[in-house]
């Protein structure tokens, strides 16, 4: 059975050349192309679908209407993944859209709109509960944690490393437990430890989260190692 994929987008070039570039994967129907944000959450509630791809900026304030609609469609419909394409890499945003979780949830330039392969990835990883995040969306957020050129990620320990690559595949405690063969106590052990290890301990656990995968995905984007 194909993907089927709702697209948001204002721009009707865009829009219309992205439906039919993925319609053309063997993979992918779009169902719905939709202007502006009442169009997208209507055809939401109206077409099955098993993810959206939305432009984060639309009528009708052009502000942060696809930002808005992932976190509003987290809760209505959790299951939906979400993949939202940005003109320039702003790591708030980045941040924004994984508040709420980061299960099938992507961040991507519109860049990479070019390139059917590496956008079809993005679709797919989502609409199996992945997690894509383009790397120059993360910079700014690396830039802030890190003050020297030593990666925040040395200071954990193989398996607080491990931990870390589960919670990156959008696993909640019990599923990393259940994939590393842990307690759920010992999980959340090593969770709170690479966080302090990470200076998140003093935010709330969904930013603390959120950051942390996107510097371990940083991190893996620029070629980096997992410790010894």
């Not at 989502?126 to 690396?142: D, F, I, Q, S, Y």
């Not at 510097?215 to 980096?224: P, R, S, T």
Request: charged share 25%.
């Amino acid at each position: 059975m194909a993907l089927r994929l709702i697209i948001a987008e204002d721009s009707l070039l865009v829009r219309e050349g992205v439906a039919k570039l993925l319609n053309e994967q063997e993979d992918v129907e779009v169902v719905a192309l939709c202007a502006d944000y009442d169009e997208l959450m209507a055809a939401v509630n109206s077409t099955a679908a098993d993810v959206v791809l939305t432009d984060i900026r639309m009528p009708p304030t052009g502000t942060d209407e696809g930002i808005r609609a992932a976190s509003e469609l987290r809760e209505s419909h959790p299951d939906l993944g979400v993949v939202v394409l940005s003109q320039y890499a702003e790591p708030e945003y980045a941040l924004a859209l994984l508040e709420s979780g980061s299960e099938g949830r992507a961040y991507l330039l519109k860049e990479r709109v070019s390139d059917p392969e590496q956008l079809l990835g993005a679709v797919l990883d989502v609409a199996r509960g992945g997690l894509v995040v383009a790397p120059t969306g993360v910079e700014g957020l690396v830039a802030a944690r890190s003050k020297s050129r030593r990666s925040p990620l040395e200071h954990l320990t193989p398996r607080e490393h491990e931990v870390l690559a589960e919670i990156a595949q959008g696993r909640n405690n019990a599923a990393v437990a259940a994939t590393l063969g842990l307690s759920d106590r010992a999980v959340e052990k090593h969770i709170n430890s690479l966080f302090a290890k990470l200076g998140l301990s003093e935010e709330p656990d969904i930013h603390r989260r959120v950051k942390a995968v996107l510097l371990y995905l940083a991190e893996k984007d620029e070629g980096g190692t997992a410790p010894p």
